[in-house]
Every structure is written in structure tokens, then in C-alpha cells.
């Protein structure tokens, strides 16, 4: 009953500017960890000498520490 209340009103929750803020934000976080896989990765044909950013961390994947 609450609800139809708040539509015949106008009131709004603020639920669907929560939830497109955790997509925007997931999304700009898998752009910037695939990114950083990417370039840590095998280089494609044409790449391999080619120099990595250096705002890219080198991860060693033979490192016996992990």
C-alpha cells in the first residue's frame, strides 16, 4: 500500500541511483584490472617489442612467494 502511495505522490527512492552507481563503478573496475592483465600478458603478433606503459605493475607469475 506503501508503494502506490509513493507513486501517486511522486516520491522516489534513491535505489536506482545506488544501483547504476555500483554498475558504473564495477564497470570502470573491470576495464582497469582487464587492462592491467592484458598488458601483463603474452604480447599479440606485431607487439612483442613494444615497451609497457609504466603505470602498468610487472607481475612475475613464476614468483615462488604466492
Same mark, same amino acid.
Given at each position: 500500500?506503501?508503494?502506490?502511495?509513493?507513486?501517486?505522490?511522486?516520491?522516489?527512492? #534513491?535505489?536506482?541511483?545506488?544501483?547504476?552507481?555500483?554498475? %558504473? %563503478?564495477?564497470?570502470?573496475?573491470?576495464?582497469?584490472?582487464? #587492462?592491467?592483465?592484458?598488458?601483463? #600478458?603474452?604480447?599479440?603478433?606485431?607487439?612483442?617489442?613494444?615497451?609497457?606503459?609504466?603505470? %602498468?605493475?610487472? %607481475?612475475?607469475?613464476?614468483?615462488?612467494?604466492?
Amino acid at each position: 500500500m506503501s508503494l502506490l502511495l509513493q507513486v501517486a505522490t511522486g516520491e522516489a527512492s #534513491s535505489f536506482p541511483w545506488a544501483f547504476t552507481a555500483v554498475y %558504473v %563503478v564495477g564497470f570502470i573496475a573491470a576495464v582497469t584490472i582487464g #587492462s592491467v592483465a592484458w598488458y601483463n #600478458s603474452k604480447r599479440p603478433p606485431g607487439w612483442e617489442d613494444k615497451q609497457r606503459p609504466e603505470i %602498468v605493475p610487472d %607481475v612475475n607469475a613464476d614468483d615462488p612467494k604466492v
